[in-house]
């Protein structure tokens, strides 16, 4: 768990789980560790024979029972102490990929920003009812609904999987995975059609999905090609290093 955790594999109740596991053993092992170092001390001082080291014994044992009626002293320092380690922890051993956070929140703000691309294709005026229903949705910018209607044709085209990835995006609540998947198999029979905006809408989608190098080649893509969202591509780079 820890291993998926530093990789960023994990979801975000499950990284509330392994930190308050982790704050959890540090306070016990500081308290052990504590305990351990008294008990040493009495055992030491119970080997003692003449009086002044009895009388040291019997004030070393007023201290630990002196310490537990302060426990909540103890426990505020154990606290402090923690919170330091732990955020400590985090800034230097945090993976990398964890600015996939704020990455993939600017990801985000550009799906959201951007216009979904016009539909550019007139499907050899023999659209059928169904092609005509997701098209219809995908115009109005209905993409809860067009998603499933596109699903239903089922998708065959490049148009189909190019404005069914589109619109897993732009739904309320996106689907990566999916737009990634229909993206893809846009691109392997578009023979350049849509270029751009397939390479734009694959990036975003594999930040969105946490597939850091895959959005890296992406982008690295887009400004080769130096067309379309460049500039943007280029911001998002910048955050990846």
């Known amino acids: 768990m820890l291993e998926k955790y530093k990789k960023g594999e994990l979801s975000d109740a499950q990284i509330e789980q392994v930190e308050a596991d982790l704050i959890h053993q540090m306070f016990r092992k500081q308290k052990e ?26 004030n070393t044992r007023m201290t630990v029972v002196h310490r537990s009626n302060n426990q909540r002293i103890w426990w505020a320092a154990a606290a402090s102490v923690a919170v330091l380690a732990v955020a400590s922890w985090w800034f230097f051993l945090k993976p990398k990929t964890d600015t996939s956070l ?7 703000t550009y799906i959201k920003e951007n216009t979904a691309p016009v539909w550019s294709t007139t499907m050899d005026g023999t659209t059928e009812e169904r092609e005509a229903k997701a098209k219809e949705a995908y115009q109005n910018n209905d993409f809860e609904k067009a998603v499933p209607l596109f699903e239903a044709i089922p998708p065959t085209k490049k148009e189909h999987y190019f404005y069914l990835g589109v619109s897993a995006l732009k739904q309320q609540k996106l689907d990566a ?18 270029e751009d905006a397939i390479n734009w809408y694959l990036a975003l989608a594999y930040l969105q999905a946490r597939k850091t190098e895959e959005a890296r080649k992406e982008l690295n893509n887009i400004v080769k090609i130096g067309r379309d969202n460049v500039s943007r591509a280029e911001e998002i780079l910048k955050k990846l290093k």
């Open 33 to 58: 560790e504590s305990l351990r170092n008294d008990l040493k001390k009495l055992a030491a001082l119970a080997a003692a024979e003449d009086e002044d080291e009895k009388e040291r014994i019997q």
């Open 177 to 194: 995975q999916k737009a990634i998947e229909n993206l893809l198999k846009a691109r392997a029979v578009a023979n350049g059609w849509q």
């Open 102 to 108: 704020s990455i993939s929140t600017l990801a985000d």
